[in-house]
């Protein structure tokens, strides 16, 4: 796990954003900017793991004459106890955001809001993990080196406003294959995964520009959270959508491919897309509701 915690490391918050170059011709700043442009969203123990990754590498590379430096040495790291700020968006309000955006920048936010997605998950998943006909996505594929834990590989239903996005975009895509990536990267790279730094960039521009508050894709996951409850998701099955764990194993879920339960979803989850989308649907109008009342007061001044 911590072989693949670190690898994890690197590929999503190393390698996207310095892109294929020699070992040697990394150096310190560019570490920088990378531990600089994580500390607002990640925890101060999380951009550690990420630096930690790259002494690994670089005292394996020194050790072969690879390289003759250490560009993680002498970083400036945000404090250990620095927590990302946490942000939890209404449903009304996650749509306008959604909105704001272009639909292939959307669609990793809507992912993490409303199918529970890590962002490690987001820029892995292909479409052979997705069945658009029964609304179902698996998340937290090993090979993909994705998986943080056992709970991580499991199933989630689709909700319709993901559903929705993903149809539209496996559309636009031109109806690629399942090998493809679902959220592809915008530029050509070594890895094809989306550049989660660059997203954000693009997203807080296009936010800014539309008078929004951002969000980030951790926060759009614990948005997700804490939709949950109210909802009436009974917290056993909202542990299984978090993947947090999974009590007495997810019945007919997790060991199986979509290629096999096409057919077939387990009650608890189908209790949970319903619940869902009516709480979704009602927040929505009893949002829209409420701000129309305050705009009319307003209009009244009474």
């Keep these: 796990k911590a072989i693949t915690s670190m690898d ?3 590929r999503v918050h190393v390698e996207p954003p310095l892109g294929p170059r020699p070992i040697g011709d990394i150096h310190k700043r560019d570490i920088q900017k990378i531990v600089d442009d994580l500390a607002p969203r990640l925890s101060g123990s999380r951009v550690r793991a990420v630096v930690n990754g790259v002494h690994s590498l670089y005292r394996w590379a020194k050790q072969r004459d690879l390289a003759a430096h250490d560009p993680g040495a002498d970083i ?10 946490e942000r939890i968006a209404t449903p009304k309000e996650l749509t306008g955001l959604l909105s ?26 292909r479409w052979e993990e997705v069945d658009l006909k029964v609304g179902l996505i698996e998340w937290g594929a090993e090979e993909d080196g994705a998986r943080k834990s056992d709970a991580a590989l499991h199933v989630v239903p689709l909700l319709r406003p993901i559903w929705m ?23 050509k790279s070594k890895t094809g995964l989306l550049s989660t730094g660059s997203l954000a960039k693009r997203a807080a521009k296009a936010w800014d520009k539309a008078k929004l508050q951002p969000i980030g894709l951790q926060e759009c996951r614990h948005t997700a959270a804490s939709w949950l409850d109210p909802a009436g998701v009974s917290p056993k099955t909202a542990s299984v959508l978090m993947a947090h764990s999974i009590p007495d194993r997810q019945p007919g879920a997790a ?48």
């Design 8 to 10: 994890g490391a690197l």
């Design 76 to 85: 400036i790291l945000p404090a250990l106890d620095a927590k990302p700020r």
């Design 100 to 125: 704001a955006l272009e639909p292939s920048d959307a669609l990793p936010y809507a992912l993490a809001a409303y199918s529970w997605a890590r962002a490690a998950q987001i820029q892995w998943v």
């Design 165 to 187: 996005l993903l149809k539209e975009a496996w559309i636009e895509q031109g109806r690629p294959s399942g090998e493809n990536h679902v959220c592809p990267s915008i530029k």
């Design 255 to 302: 060991p199986i491919t979509l290629a096999r339960y096409t057919h077939l979803m387990p009650d608890a989850l189908e209790t949970a897309r319903k619940q869902m989308n009516r709480w979704l649907v009602a927040q929505v109008a009893k949002e829209t509701k409420a701000a129309a009342k305050a705009a009319a007061k307003a209009a009244t001044g009474k």
